[in-house]
């Protein structure tokens, strides 16, 4: 039997784990590996038919459960309630309640709100350097769960406290003090949930959480838990894909030096498919086998632990023609970075929805943004994400590209939204509304409204 050791919160595997994949990926379909103490599929072969192999599951078998921890009595609640960790037929008649709530239709319908908030987002840009992963990357998804949910946006620090320390109990660096933090936020996250999803039995809205209320199935309901543990992956699972994608992909993209055609209507898809191949957010899910199973040359006991390791089939070159090279106009291929089979990520479609309209706007609205510090990533194995992402944009750049085009159409020196950026109203001189529009000023002599013109003249 092949087995590797890698520590997973080694600096330099953390920063690139690429390579000790293409090692472990070249010994056997199936390599024990040692500091997991589990079997590991690396290949892109071995991943896809495990996902697919209803032999192996989320659940943990009945005769490895153990008490919980008195610690961890709010968080396990939540895990043993969430669809994530269910399987059929209770796993068919969560998903099966939760996707009457969550259709795709709905999450289609999202494309101009998602739109407008990443408009607003950059609007409030600041100048010089700033960290894009603050500023943009992490609001975009979580403003957009708390209005599908319907919670307040201003509660949406919050979310992002209770997401980030409840996910951290599934990274390699889990200690007791990441524990008790998890704990706290499942409990504090789950009392809200509760308490809000009262109010709506009492006075529905139309917002996500009322729908799943509603949602029946053979005269089935979600319970109060269920509906908990559902509104709680949804936020954890959608904000860890987007967030990461989105600044996984704004890097690789300004590393690669990728022509910025490929954000394009007819060409988006495939480079988002590609941000998610190429450097997906989770790199590892596992699965418990089921029965005494023989497959890949491996023999499986009951309650064993396998590893399949998403990022590491997404470089297979049994599968791609240069796995290393980032190549957004390749044919879209299926890969594993949402998984497959039973547990494909419910949340998938709007992750791709949201990181496809947040980089077309991004880089339409700054097509300038420059990493002004090489990006690091955060010890937060099996996640794969950045610490920060520190850019900038030249607006200067983007004003002397725009002025000259809009200055010649509108006869104007320049226009801006209530001159809000440079603090004071100009004097208004021919006045005229458009759709998008608030007033039309001339303004002289104020830079910073010149940063506001060419933000406009991107957008008509």
Same mark, same amino acid.
């Given at each position: 039997?092949?087995?590797?050791?890698?520590?997973?919160?080694?600096?330099?595997?953390?920063?690139?784990?690429?390579?000790?994949?293409?090692?472990?990926?070249?010994?056997?379909?199936?390599?024990?590996?040692?500091?997991?103490?589990?079997?590991?599929?690396?290949?892109?072969?071995?991943?896809?038919?495990?996902?697919?192999?209803?032999?192996?599951?989320?659940?943990?078998?009945?005769?490895?459960?153990?008490?919980?921890?008195?610690?961890?009595?709010?968080?396990?609640?939540?895990?043993?309630?969430?669809?994530?960790?269910?399987?059929?037929?209770?796993?068919?008649?969560?998903?099966?309640?939760?996707?009457?709530?969550?259709?795709?239709?709905?999450?289609?319908?999202?494309?101009?709100?998602?739109?407008?908030?990443?408009?607003?987002?950059?609007?409030?840009?600041?100048?010089?350097?700033?960290?894009?992963?603050?500023?943009?990357?992490?609001?975009?998804?979580?403003?957009?769960?708390?209005?599908?949910?319907?919670?307040?946006?201003?509660?949406?620090?919050?979310?992002?406290?209770?997401?980030? #320390?409840? $996910? @951290?109990?599934?990274? /390699?660096?889990?200690? %007791?003090?990441? =524990?008790?933090?998890? &704990?706290?936020?499942?409990? +504090?996250?789950?009392?809200?949930?509760?308490?809000?999803?009262?109010?709506?039995?009492?006075?529905?809205?139309?917002?996500?959480?009322?729908?799943?209320?509603?949602?029946?199935?053979?005269?089935?309901?979600?319970?109060?838990?269920?509906?908990?543990?559902?509104?709680?992956?949804?936020?954890?699972?959608?904000?860890?894909?987007?967030?990461?994608?989105?600044?996984?992909?704004?890097?690789?993209?300004?590393?690669?030096?990728?022509?910025?055609?490929?954000?394009?209507?007819?060409?988006?898809?495939?480079?988002?498919?590609?941000?998610?191949?190429?450097?997906?957010?989770?790199?590892?899910?596992?699965?418990?086998?089921?029965?005494?199973?023989?497959?890949?040359?491996?023999?499986?006991?009951?309650? #064993?632990? $396998? @590893?399949?390791?998403? /990022?590491?089939?997404? %470089?297979?070159? =049994?599968?791609?023609? &240069?796995?290393?090279?980032? +190549?957004?106009?390749?044919?879209?291929?299926?890969?594993?970075?949402?998984?497959?089979?039973?547990?494909?990520?419910?949340?998938?479609?709007?992750?791709?929805?949201?990181?496809?309209?947040?980089?077309?706007?991004?880089?339409?609205?700054?097509?300038?943004?420059?990493?002004?510090?090489?990006?690091?990533?955060?010890?937060?194995?099996?996640?794969?994400?950045?610490?920060?992402?520190?850019?900038?944009?030249?607006?200067?750049?983007?004003?002397?590209?725009?002025?000259?085009?809009?200055?010649?159409?509108?006869?104007?020196?320049?226009?801006?939204?209530?001159?809000?950026?440079?603090?004071?109203?100009?004097?208004?001189?021919?006045?005229?509304?458009?759709?998008?529009?608030?007033?039309?000023?001339?303004?002289?002599?104020?830079?910073?409204?010149?940063?506001?013109?060419?933000?406009?003249?991107?957008?008509?």
């Amino acid at each position: 039997m092949a087995s590797v050791r890698q520590s997973p919160t080694d600096p330099v595997f953390v920063q690139n784990p690429y390579p000790f994949y293409a090692r472990a990926r070249s010994m056997a379909p199936l390599v024990q590996w040692d500091d997991y103490g589990m079997m590991a599929a690396f290949g892109h072969e071995a991943v896809h038919a495990l996902l697919r192999d209803r032999r192996f599951g989320r659940e943990k078998p009945v005769e490895l459960r153990r008490p919980v921890p008195a610690h961890l009595t709010a968080f396990d609640t939540v895990e043993r309630h969430s669809l994530l960790n269910a399987e059929p037929p209770r796993h068919t008649r969560l998903r099966g309640l939760v996707l009457r709530a969550f259709t795709s239709r709905r999450i289609t319908g999202l494309g101009p709100e998602i739109r407008t908030l990443c408009h607003q987002l950059i609007d409030a840009f600041p100048t010089g350097s700033f960290d894009l992963l603050d500023a943009y990357c992490s609001r975009i998804p979580v403003l957009i769960i708390a209005r599908l949910l319907g919670v307040p946006e201003e509660m949406w620090r919050d979310l992002l406290r209770w997401s980030h #320390d409840m $996910v @951290a109990m599934y990274q /390699a660096r889990r200690t %007791r003090v990441v =524990e008790n933090a998890a &704990n706290q936020s499942a409990d +504090d996250f789950s009392a809200f949930l509760r308490e809000y999803t009262n109010q709506r039995r009492a006075s529905p809205r139309d917002d996500l959480i009322t729908q799943l209320i509603a949602a029946e199935e053979k005269s089935d309901k979600l319970s109060t838990d269920e509906l908990i543990g559902t509104c709680i992956l949804l936020l954890n699972a959608g904000h860890e894909a987007t967030v990461h994608g989105l600044g996984n992909g704004v890097k690789t993209l300004r590393e690669t030096g990728t022509d910025l055609a490929c954000l394009t209507p007819d060409r988006i898809d495939a480079t988002v498919e590609e941000i998610l191949r190429f450097d997906p957010p989770l790199h590892m899910f596992t699965r418990y086998a089921y029965d005494n199973i023989e497959i890949f040359g491996h023999r499986f006991n009951r309650g #064993d632990e $396998v @590893a399949l390791m998403l /990022a590491a089939a997404n %470089r297979d070159p =049994e599968a791609w023609d &240069n796995p290393d090279r980032f +190549d957004p106009t390749s044919p879209i291929k299926t890969n594993a970075s949402f998984g497959a089979g039973l547990h494909f990520c419910v949340g998938a479609s709007l992750a791709r929805l949201e990181i496809a309209i947040g980089l077309a706007v991004l880089f339409e609205r700054c097509s300038n943004l420059h990493l002004t510090t090489p990006p690091q990533y955060s010890d937060t194995y099996h996640f794969h994400g950045l610490t920060r992402l520190m850019v900038a944009v030249d607006w200067s750049l983007t004003i002397a590209k725009s002025k000259k085009k809009y200055e010649n159409r509108f006869n104007l020196h320049c226009v801006c939204w209530d001159c809000r950026w440079c603090g004071n109203l100009c004097q208004q001189k021919n006045s005229w509304r458009m759709p998008g529009m608030i007033r039309v000023h001339e303004v002289q002599n104020r830079p910073n409204c010149w940063r506001v013109f060419s933000i406009w003249c991107a957008e008509y």
